[in-house]
Every structure is written in structure tokens, then in C-alpha cells.
């Protein structure tokens, strides 16, 4: 059977599942194609939840990724609002949660993540505690939002839980952010970074609360009204929006034995342990220099699918991450560069622009990674080298007399 005419599975229709069907019909691809999601909508874009829509200064038909009409002028099924249970690797089938059965040729895998949630024993199933996900979640918060909630708390202070804190401030709420760490961001950035965006919450008067653990959340007739720290602080809210990261959704993976090791374990092609089975995005975890990563972000998901797709046709291509990343805060576009894992020093470099700022990460003499504040320009450069393996001395990107165009 050529790969170009299988019949090919997609579980999963969202940023990665959408790329990847598309490019399977860009590189020639004929046979059956099916798209499955177990959401109601069309694959749509994530960032904006937690951004613009929820500003409501998008439209719900804006976020799709592509109209019905392409996928219906690609000879592509999308069945949406329909989760798959479970993968019949034998037979080689999926099946439906209603009983219905799907054969493949070739099945991907695009299930992506689920956010965290606090466990039901501290609260977490009270009435008005929410997390940020799927379009649903950003729906109900501004139905919250439409009902008055005035008083909003933020478990968590990474990139979601800040760009909803600071949407949340501009509609005119009273916003506490708790984080257990030590300070926000601790998992993904340097304390330079966390200290730009600390800052720029508390001038737009969100309170930040740093090492404050939550002890429970409190609630009356079943509604949310407030939380309790370890120190016995409480905080009063109508609502609650738990943002402490997500975890890869593995489940079916595991089920059918596939090998899961932080994310579904894929090499670089994008294959899993069984070889008519592929995956990408968020939920999986593959190679990358001498380690195995997985990466949250949209470029990430579109590039990897991509290339799953052309290795799902017989490519050989091993997929290569050039990781980049951005965040909406009130004024303040962050767009990063590279991945700071092990990083060991950074500096600082102020941008042109009144209040602009790049933060640079180093492990010995290489450059690893830039986040970029409202700094484009230091952005373009950190990406650029970056990506062609090349590290400009610290000292000379830290000093702001000397002209970025000219290092490296
Ligand atoms: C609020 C928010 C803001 C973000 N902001 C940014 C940003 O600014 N920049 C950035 O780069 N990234 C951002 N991200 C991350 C980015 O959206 C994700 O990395 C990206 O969506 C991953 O794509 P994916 O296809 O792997 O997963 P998803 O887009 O999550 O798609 C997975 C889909 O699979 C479906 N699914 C799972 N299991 C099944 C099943 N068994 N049967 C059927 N369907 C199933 C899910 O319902 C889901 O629709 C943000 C994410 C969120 C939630």
C-alpha cells in the first residue's frame, strides 16, 4: 500500500491536528482523511483565550484556524464534538466513545494537554473555580465576568495565569495572583524576567504573592468565595482561574501501550513505538540535542505536524525544533527566542523603546535563549543566532552603547 493513498487517522483537532492534515493533502496525500475532536468547535488558536477574545475584541469565527470550506474542498472529514476512547492497535482501529469503530493505515496522535486542576479536597470543585484551555473555559469566565464578578484570584503565575491576570485588571476587577514559588514564572524564565513582569502587574495594581501557599479555597452554598494560605492569609474572590500548568494527554497512548515518557514518546520523525502510529504537539515528547523535551507552544505544534505529516508519507527528514514563543500583557509583547533550559548566567540589555528590555541566557559562553520586551529588534538578533549556533559575547549584548548588528 502506497502512504500516499492510506487511510489516515488524525486524534486531536486542534493546532497541531489541523496542520497536520493540511499538509498531508499538501504533499499529495489521497486516501481517506479523518479528523477527530472531541470538541464542538472547528480547530481554533489557543492564545487568544487568555488575550483577545477574552478582552472580547475577537470574534468566536476569527480564532478557527481554517473554514469549514477547507476541509471540505480537501476532501478532509472533521467529525468535531467526538472524543476517541480507545486505540484497537490489532486491529488497527479507533473507536469512538459512542462504540463506533475507525479503521487506519496510519493513526497520529494530537491530543495535546489538559490543564491541572486543584484537587476537589481544597476546594477545587466549588462553583466559580475555572481553568483556561478550550474555548468553553474562556466562555465561562466571561460569563462570569458578564454576571459582575468584581473579585478575581490567580493560582499560578506562569504565562496564562499573567496574561488572564492582566485582562482581568483591564476590565476593572480586584486581581490577587498567588504563586507557591518563590516568584512567578520560576519555571520558565529568569528571576530578570519575572522581576519586568512582577513590576508591570503591580502598576496595573494587581496584587502579586509570592511563596503563598494555598491551603484551601473557601466557598458558601457551593460557590467559591475566597482562598486560604499556609499563613493563614485569605484572599476574598468571586472567582477563581487556576492556571498551574498543564500535563500532556497521554491517556489513550498509555492504554495502548504505547511508550510514554513525559508526553508520548516519539523520535524524530514523529513516530511512537508502534510504527503505523505517530504523534505531535503538545502531548508529545521527542528528541532534541542530547535530551528528550516537550514543548508547549504553538509554532512548536505546526512545525512538528508538519513534519510528521511528510514523515507519515515516507519522509525522512528528522524534525529539528526552533523553538519561539510569545505573551500579550497590557502593552508589553514578550516574544522569546530559543529554550533556557540549563541555563547558568544572564544579562540584561534595555531596548530602545522607554521601558523595553531583553533578557539573554547563557551556559558558558552559549547563547541559549532570549526573552525580548517589547524589543523586536533583540529578539530578531537572539533568534537568528540561535538558530545558527552562533553567541555573541555576554558582556558586549549587555552593553547597551554596543550595536546589536554588529556582534556575532
Ligand atoms: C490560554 C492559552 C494561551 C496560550 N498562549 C500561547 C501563546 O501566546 N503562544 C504560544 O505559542 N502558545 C500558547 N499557548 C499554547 C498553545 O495553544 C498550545 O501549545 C497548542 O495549542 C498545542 O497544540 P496541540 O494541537 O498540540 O494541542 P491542542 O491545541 O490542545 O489540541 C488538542 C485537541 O485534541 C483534543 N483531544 C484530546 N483527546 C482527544 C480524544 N481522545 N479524542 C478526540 N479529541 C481529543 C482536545 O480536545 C483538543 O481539542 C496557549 C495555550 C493556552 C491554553
Keep these: 500500500m502506497q502512504a500516499k493513498s492510506a487511510r489516515i487517522v488524525v486524534v486531536g483537532a486542534g493546532q497541531a491536528g489541523a496542520a497536520l492534515v493540511a499538509k498531508l493533502r499538501a504533499l499529495g496525500h489521497d486516501g481517506p482523511l479523518t479528523l477527530i475532536g472531541a470538541e464542538p468547535d472547528l480547530p481554533y488558536q489557543r492564545p487568544p483565550l487568555s488575550k483577545a477574545y477574552l478582552k472580547g475584541e475577537l470574534e468566536r469565527e476569527r480564532l478557527h484556524l481554517r473554514p469549514a470550506s477547507f476541509y471540505a474542498e480537501n476532501g478532509i472529514t472533521v ?18 466513545a459512542d462504540g463506533t469503530r475507525l479503521a487506519y493505515d496510519l493513526l497520529a496522535l494530537t491530543t495535546g494537554a489538559t490543564p491541572r486542576r486543584l484537587p476537589a479536597a481544597i476546594g477545587g ?43 482581568l485588571r483591564e476590565k476593572g476587577l480586584t486581581v490577587t495572583l498567588i504563586e507557591s514559588a518563590p516568584r512567578i514564572l520560576a519555571r520558565v524564565a529568569a528571576p530578570a524576567t519575572a522581576d519586568f513582569f512582577r513590576a508591570l502587574h503591580e502598576r496595573h495594581g494587581v496584587e502579586i504573592l509570592e511563596g503563598a501557599a494555598l491551603a484551601r479555597l473557601t466557598g458558601a452554598a457551593g460557590h467559591v468565595t475566597g482562598a486560604e494560605l499556609g499563613d493563614g492569609r485569605r484572599i476574598a474572590a468571586d472567582l477563581v482561574l487556576v492556571g498551574i500548568g498543564v500535563a500532556p494527554d497521554t491517556g489513550l497512548a498509555e492504554a495502548a501501550g ?20 505517530f504523534a505531535a504537539g503538545d502531548c508529545a515528547s521527542f528528541p ?15 512545525d512538528q505536524a508538519e513534519a510528521v505529516a511528510a514523515a507519515m508519507l515516507g519522509g525522512t527528514e ?11 500583557q497590557y502593552d508589553v509583547k514578550l516574544q522569546i527566542a530559543g529554550l533556557n533550559t540549563g541555563w547558568e548566567r544572564t544579562v540584561t540589555r534595555p ?58
Excluded: C
Aim: charge should be negative; aromatic fraction near 6%.
Design 79 to 96: 467529525e468535531t464534538g467526538r472524543a476517541v476512547a480507545a486505540i484497537d492497535r490489532a486491529a488497527k482501529a479507533v473507536v469512538l
Design 125 to 167: 470543585d466549588l462553583d466559580g473555580v475555572l481553568v483556561m484551555r478550550q474555548l468553553a473555559d474562556a466562555d465561562a469566565l466571561a460569563a462570569r465576568l458578564a454576571a459582575g464578578a468584581a473579585r478575581a484570584l490567580v493560582v499560578g503565575g506562569g504565562y496564562v495565569g499573567l496574561e488572564a491576570a492582566a485582562v
Design 258 to 277: 504505547l511508550a510514554v515518557e513525559n508526553g508520548i514518546r516519539v523520535d524524530a520523525l514523529g513516530s511512537t513505538s508502534d510504527p503505523a502510529i
Design 288 to 302: 532534541h540535542d542530547a535530551a528528550r523535551i516537550r514543548i508547549e507552544s504553538v509554532p512548536h505544534a505546526i
Design 318 to 328: 528528522p524534525y529539528t525544533a526552533r523553538p519561539w514563543f510569545w505573551s500579550d
Design 351 to 408: 531596548g530602545a523603546r522607554e521601558g523595553s528590555l531583553s533578557v539573554w541566557y547563557f551556559a558558558g559562553t552559549r547563547l541559549l535563549a532570549v526573552d525580548a520586551m517589547n524589543d523586536p529588534r533583540a529578539y530578531m538578533s537572539g533568534k537568528r543566532w540561535i538558530e545558527a549556533g552562533r553567541s555573541p559575547e555576554a558582556d558586549r549584548i549587555a552593553d547597551p552603547a554596543a550595536d546589536l548588528k554588529t556582534l556575532a
